[in-house]
């Protein structure tokens, strides 16, 4: 498994939001300069989040971006999940391997969801508030 630029990208942008916003909205544009990261590449994450209720915009020239819930209520894997859509392992555990016909002899079925309770364990383990203390910590 691999996680792919937009994955990393929409966490960073999370993550700033969340150390910025508190006072003021964050503006995309401060943003892409503290991290790096092109105002069109974070405009497209930033539309799937709004979306997905993670984000809201406010308009006006003081706006910007906000979380609409507190850091430690988004795990890193609700947020990856977002961005990548499903963080399983292999295709056939997407319906509980009910859909495999090799499923009541399967031996690497095991392995597969082994490694996804490991994937989820983590992901799911991590707030955006460990993130931002760690990130204040490093600073």
């Known amino acids: 498994m691999r996680i792919s630029t937009k994955g990393r990208y929409a966490l960073r942008l999370m993550l700033d ?19 790096s990261i092109s105002v069109k590449y ?8 709004v979306r997905c209720g993670f984000v809201k915009s406010i308009r006006g020239p003081q706006g910007g971006y906000r979380l609409v819930k507190k850091p430690e ?26 859909d495999c016909e090799r ?12 490694l996804d309770e490991a994937i989820r364990g983590v992901l799911d383990k991590y707030t955006l508030a460990d993130l931002v203390a760690w990130q204040r910590q490093a600073d």
Not at 17 to 35: C, F, H, M, Y
């Open 17 to 35: 939001i969340a150390i910025n916003g508190s006072e003021e909205p964050v503006r995309l544009k401060d943003t892409a300069k503290r991290q």
């Open 42 to 49: 974070l405009e497209q994450i930033i539309a799937s989040l």
């Open 73 to 98: 209520e988004y795990t890193v894997g609700m947020i990856l999940r977002q961005a990548e859509g499903s963080m399983i392992p292999v295709a056939c555990l997407e319906n509980d391997a009910a």
């Open 103 to 114: 499923q009541s002899g399967c031996v690497t079925l095991r392995i597969w969801k082994e």
